[in-house]
């Protein structure tokens, strides 16, 4: 009897294996996971499929029980095929290139890696998330420091060409930017470039505000992430620029009736 048993455990334990093995290439698990799906879905998935690991030749796909995983050193992106459309699940990061506010956050997984999903119904969905996932892999590829010394010296440049009278020097807080008096500093940061500025005027509340330091009466704050973050911090920093034309007291006052 014992020795039976042993012989069922050794043969489970190799099929096991075999059936995890097995997980990593196109099988029937691809079978199962479409099996009573409508053909819309399957042509959304094989579509979708195609374009993410056209991607990059480092990225692997897994197919798993219900889902299929695309992976770098981590999952970037999860797919589960519904009966008639696609629930895509994308890394965090990727957020950050959602310029048009397609990815919501998935309830119940806001503390996990994949915690926006965007669903896919049409090739304008497919075409708007292969986008996603080509930027998220090149930001996850491209060294963070590179991405945004690239990101630092574009503003550098664009703040230059407000005016010709701007001169600048660094500190040991950060870039300082000068007309007539400080009117922004840039601080590069692990993932984004920090930008202080005077009190400009911010009636949708995007910028931060800053508690009070040894650099009043620069206040607000904003942090660039991504390029399309420069074109939209230029105007402020311009207004910005125009505050620190006016007299310094009135800037020291206009200061202090932002915190009391």
Same mark, same amino acid.
């Given at each position: ?88 699940? %994308? ?5 950050? @290139?959602? *310029?048009? /506010? $397609?990815? !919501?956050?998935? &309830? +119940?997984?806001? =503390? ?48 230059? %060409? ?5 001169? @600048?020097? *660094?500190? /040991? $807080?950060? !870039?300082?930017? &000068? +007309?007539?008096? =400080? ?78």
């Amino acid at each position: 009897m014992p020795k039976e048993h042993i012989i069922i455990s050794n043969f489970n334990i190799e099929d096991n294996n075999i059936k995890k093995k097995q997980m990593h290439f196109d099988t029937s698990t691809y079978e199962k996971l479409i099996f009573n799906k409508k053909t819309t879905a399957i042509n959304l998935f094989n579509s979708l499929d195609k374009k993410i690991l056209g991607i990059g030749k480092n990225i692997s796909r897994n197919y798993l029980i219900k889902n299929v995983v695309y992976k770098l050193k981590r999952k970037i992106v999860e797919v589960q095929i519904n009966q008639s459309n696609l629930l895509v699940s %994308l890394y965090k990061e990727a957020k950050r @290139f959602d *310029n048009n /506010n $397609k990815l !919501l956050l998935r &309830k +119940g997984y806001e =503390n996990t890696s994949l915690c926006y999903f965007i669903q896919i119904e049409s090739d304008e969905d497919i075409n708007y998330c292969i986008n996603l996932i080509q930027k998220m892999y090149n930001y996850l590829i491209i060294s963070k420091i590179d991405y945004i010394d690239i990101l630092y010296k574009k503003l550098v440049f664009n703040i230059k %060409l407000i005016d010709n009278s701007i001169t @600048f020097h *660094n500190t /040991n $807080k950060g !870039l300082i930017f &000068k +007309g007539k008096r =400080n009117f922004t500093i840039l601080i590069k940061q692990k993932n984004n470039v920090y930008i202080r500025l005077l009190n400009v005027d911010d009636k949708n509340n995007l910028l931060g505000i800053i508690k009070r330091t040894t650099y009043e009466p620069l206040c607000k704050y904003f942090k660039v992430y991504k390029d399309e973050d420069i074109n939209f911090i230029i105007p402020y920093i311009k207004n910005s620029f125009e505050l620190s034309k006016i007299n310094p007291l009135d800037l020291k006052h206009d200061f202090i009736k932002l915190y009391y």
